[in-house]
């Protein structure tokens, strides 16, 4: 199985830790390894050929995060134009160095998972799907508690017990709290981890199908000489931008998912990474030197500027973050908003 790590994304939501210029998934978050160290172990154990999908101006921090990889193995995007054509660009260069019919996963670099056997089982179980039934197999996450940031995916028919296999019923946008609610309740429905398997050709036989446009956009890049050329990049450019869900996927009749056999958690906030983590007795956490804690429970605390001290005092449910870029302070069930702090930034500037 070849492997695709997809590592765009800004990470505005971990504001100031995630940066333009340090985004999260080149971050250590959740261990001693970054993010997009954690997903290349996790996609190394699925097959040995594994890529990189992110853009230039991160390219040189994951080569330096992971020398094992081949300067080859980083595929350049040439700009942002959401992950239909992020997928598409990595398809196109698969098809030109790989059998077509090898199977083809794709993951995220940003994705916190403990269970790496599950993972493994899980994906081979996806490539087994997708190969028996000539479709796009996804990988669902069984949800864990009622939650409004995530879409979820209701399951159909269970086609294989061995393999945890459903048909696709129908696609779900992230949820106000009460429809979570029925959701988790139901048991018939998985979050949607945005993970897809498929080889070469049963992604271009499905687009052929219910995705004409994209399938144009495709075609156009394969009739290139040169991958990543200078009209290679013009053409690409063109394109506009869609997410992969919209244009192909939730367009799908036929679409099979696995259940994964694995814990999952998408890093998009404070809140989600502090479950994640292991607290102590007060449930807090604290990273980096010179932090100072009295009366305080449940709070995340994280100092990048060893010489500056850090103190929190009577504060409960919190978020402190100390970096060079700026300092957060935010009640840690609210902290999602970072991501408008950032805009208003942005504007600033």
Known sequence: MITVIIAGGAGTRLWPLSTPNNPKQLLTLTSERTMVQQAYDRASILGDTVYIVTESSHADKLRDQLPELPSD??????????TAHCIIFALDYIARHHKTNEPVAFIHSDHNVR???GFKQSFQSAATISQQNNSIALVGIEPTA?????????????????????????????PDYETAKKYFASGDYLWNGGYF?????????????????LMEDYSKL???????????????L????????????????????????????DIGNFKDLYDVLIKDEKGNYCKGENIYILDTDTAYVRNEEPDKPVAVIGLDNIVVVNTPDGVLVARKDIATKTSEITKMLNKKI
């Not at 193995?73 to 959401?82: H, K, Q, S, T």
């Not at 398997?197 to 446009?213: E, L």
């Open 73 to 82: 193995a980083f595929l350049i995007e040439p700009g942002r134009r959401g």
């Open 115 to 117: 269970n790496v056997k």
């Open 146 to 174: 009622p939650s409004t940031g995530f879409g979820y995916i209701e399951c159909g028919d269970l086609i294989d017990k061995s393999n945890n296999a459903y048909t696709v019923k129908s696609f779900k946008e992230k």
């Open 197 to 213: 398997v498929g080889s070469v050709d049963i992604f271009v036989k499905q687009m052929q199908q219910f995705a004409p446009t």
């Open 222 to 236: 394969r009739s290139l000489s040169h991958f990543a050329s200078e009209e290679y990049y013009k053409t690409y």
């Open 238 to 265: 063109s394109f506009d931008v869609q997410a992969i869900d919209t244009v192909l996927i939730e367009k799908m009749p036929n679409l099979f998912m696995i259940s994964a056999s694995f814990d999952w958690m």
